[in-house]
Nanobody, 121 residues
Framework: QVQLVESGGGLVQAGGSLRLSCAAS????????MGWYRQAPGKQRELVAG???????NYADSVKGRFTISRDNAKNTVYLHMNSLKPEDTAVYYC???????????????WGLGTQVTVSS
């Protein structure tokens, strides 16, 4: 079994910063892409940022220059550093990872349960 556990969400004022963490655990052989998605009330889930095992990153246009994604492969952990937060960043943030489970020859797509980020104006 594999689990993704997020932490670090909360309430912050506009202009503030937060750091989200997501740790993967379980019978993991390897982790390919890791990323963060978010879903605001009444909206579809959207990609915020992604990072490959080699460190290549991509970001949604709305967060470029403000958010930074990083990962610690030794700890199977991905981070999202969020600066200059805006009220429109308010959403539930979900961790996502493409993982090859030990003993299997294919990859699965896993999701965390989500962590709430609320930015007040």
């Amino acid at each position: 079994q594999v689990q993704l556990v997020e932490s670090g969400g909360g309430l912050v004022q506009a202009g503030g910063s937060l750091r989200l963490s997501c740790a993967a655990s379980g019978s993991i052989f390897s982790i390919n892409v890791m990323g963060w998605y978010r879903q605001a009330p009444g909206k579809q889930r959207e990609l915020v940022a992604g990072i490959t095992s080699g460190g290549s990153t991509n970001y949604a246009d709305s967060v470029k220059g403000r958010f930074t994604i990083s990962r610690d492969n030794a700890k199977n952990t991905v981070y999202l550093h969020m600066n200059s937060l805006k009220p429109e960043d308010t959403a539930v943030y979900y961790c996502n990872a493409v993982i090859r489970v030990a003993g299997r020859n294919w990859e699965y797509n896993y999701w965390g349960l989500g962590t709430q980020v609320t930015v007040s104006s």
